[in-house]
């Protein structure tokens, strides 16, 4: 290698430079048909998936343009009839609330009469009691009393009582 001068060692250089530069570009080339082909490709599978999702997006969009305006009338006609619900709750409430002391107020009533006619009843059994008792037993003793007196009446007399100045058998002689 000795009598290469630097004038053939640069063209050889320059010749090795070249070809890399070519091969290089031959591969940029290469890469460059692939990506064109990988972006077709992928071009090609969007197109095929906006095809068979517009479809559904223009149904969606339809169905929600027919269901749009039903769904704010039932979300509306919903929130009416809470409103209402509400007002008719309350108004059972108090209704109930009202019937409720109504009819405590009426127990309360109620409790005030039935005391009163059994006091009363009592009473009026006390004074029929007494009014009838001590009648009875006044003439209980006075029908005992007549009783006692018509035995007494009715009895033998043991000893009759003598006539004064008649002697009685045994003390004849016997005056002190």
Known sequence: MEHFDPQTLQIVVA????????LQVILLIAILAGVRKAANAVREDINEIRDSVTPLVTQTQELLARVGPK?????TDLAAFTRALRIQ?????????????????????????????LDNTERAATMVNDAVSKPLRQLT????????????????????????????????????
């Open 71 to 75: 769904i704010d009338a039932t979300a």
């Open 89 to 117: 709750t309350a108004s059972v409430q108090t209704t109930v609330i009202e019937i409720s002391e109504s009819a405590r107020q009426q127990a309360g009533r109620i409790d005030g009469m039935v005391t009163s006619v």
């Open 141 to 176: 003793g006075a029908l005992a009393f007549l009783g006692a007196v018509v035995e007494t009446l009715r009895a033998p007399q043991v000893h009759a009582p003598k006539p004064p100045g008649e002697p009685t058998h045994g003390d004849s002689g016997m005056f002190i």
């Open 15 to 22: 010749g090795v430079v070249a070809g890399t530069l070519l």
